[in-house]
C-alpha cells in the first residue's frame, strides 16, 4: 500500500539533494524515523519542480498507512499526504 506525499519544492529540493538541514527537514525526519518507514522519490532526478516535489511511502496495511498521513499532515512542508487507491478497471 502507498502513500503519497507532496512537499514544497525547497523541501523536495533540499531532500533529492541529500541536503537534510533546516527545521522543516528535521521535523520531517524525525516523524519518519519515528514511524520507521521512509520516504521515496516518485520522480528521482527530474528537474521539473512540479514532478519532483512528489515522493512515496510504503506500507503494509491501511492501518499504517492512515498512521503515517495523520503524522505527516501537520509537518512543516507538506503540501499533502494521502493513500493511493488502489489500481482498479472502470465501473462500466
Known amino acids: 500500500m502507498r ?23 528535521a521535523e520531517l525526519n524525525g516523524v519518519l524515523k519515528n514511524l520507521s518507514v521512509k520516504l ?6 527530474i528537474d521539473d519542480e512540479a514532478l519532483g516535489s512528489y515522493f512515496a511511502v510504503e506500507v503494509p496495511d491501511s492501518e499504517t498507512a492512515q498512521n503515517v498521513v495523520r503524522n505527516l499532515r501537520p509537518c512543516r512542508g507538506i503540501r499533502a499526504a494521502y493513500i493511493k487507491p488502489a489500481d482498479a478497471l472502470p465501473k462500466v
Do not use: E
Not at 12 to 17: C, F, G, N, V
Open 40 to 45: 521515496v522519490p516518485l520522480h528521482p532526478g
Open 3 to 25: 502513500v503519497t506525499v507532496q512537499l514544497a519544492p525547497d523541501l523536495a529540493r533540499k531532500l533529492q539533494q541529500g541536503s537534510g538541514r533546516g527545521k522543516a527537514c
